[in-house]
């Protein structure tokens, strides 16, 4: 199943980063391909199927539904076949830092101290410098990585200058990425309804571009991840 190959994929990449091995950049893009073409016309089916069960998965599946969303959406818009390709292989790497955490940090189900949440923000540096290192990465990879935390007000995390401007990829992908945890289950909380989500982000003056919000709630609140809501 297309699903299952790209959930494999993804842990594959994160497998390989802690065994000081490269990433298949080639082969992450060629099952991005088949995730373009399943996901314009199978979406609901994508999001129902992959799933994480367990906890010490809901990393790796994070990433995919996050890379779903955005494919998705960027369709919706009529981006052009490379620019999908683009956005779907940066969201299914865009948390590769995390694989540097231990797991006992990432899958704690109480609250995490100051000095564990410090290094959790900083996956998505360690996740730029992973990426960094790779010849065959693109610009959108890395930016991904780095930006997906960096709200439209510019404040989050990393730090940046106040000149920085956020690329439409990485905010889209930021919206993305908060939708999906928000609405699912993790260590720590429930999941919460696409309602929900849906008004704690817009509550959030400043997180997200607001265009590409109000059209990601018009395009996607039929869905849950993971279920038809």
Known sequence: MIYKAIF???????????????????????????????????????????????????TVGHSVRVAALAVFMANAFNWGKESLLSIGTAGLLHDIGKCKISDNILYKRGMLSDDEFKIIMDHSRVGAEILMEHKNTTATDIAAAWGHHIRHDGSGYPDQPRWAVMHPVTSLLHICDSFEALTATRPYKPALSPHMAFCIMLRDKGGYHPALLASFIATTWIYRPGKIA
């Open 8 to 58: 494999n994929k993804v842990d594959q990449a994160h497998t390989d980063v802690l065994n000081g091995n490269n990433i298949d950049l080639d082969n992450t893009r060629s099952v991005c391909e088949y995730m373009l073409h399943f996901t314009k016309t199978h979406f609901s089916d994508m999001m129902q199927h992959v799933h994480y069960p367990d906890y010490d998965s809901y």
